[in-house]
């Protein structure tokens, strides 16, 4: 899937499991973090979450290929997976 497919298929960018996506795969198309970050932004409409917690806290930065998810979305994960896991075993 090239760029404008990646980007035309994503341009609502609501949430941060979306944005990390959407910026690995620039980063792995040799894009540098400055570069993704300007392309999402003149790309994709983003939610002021992902304009939080992604841009203006500058976590883009840290975001690198070699990751699969992020550190703070894979916590949040597993925080959700523990809360919801003991009602579906112990009910």
Do not use: G, W
Request: some cysteine.
């Amino acid at each position: 899937m090239d760029i404008e497919e990646i980007l035309s298929k994503n341009y609502l960018c609501y949430d941060r499991f979306t944005f990390d996506i959407i910026f690995r795969k620039l980063l792995m198309n040799d894009y540098s973090h400055e570069e993704a970050k300007d392309i999402i932004l003149n790309n994709c409409s983003l939610s002021s979450l992902v304009l939080q917690e992604r841009i203006y806290n500058s976590y883009y930065k840290r975001i690198n290929i070699e990751e699969k998810i992020s550190a703070d979305l894979l916590k949040l994960k597993n925080e959700i997976f523990n809360q919801k896991m003991p009602k579906y075993f112990f009910n």
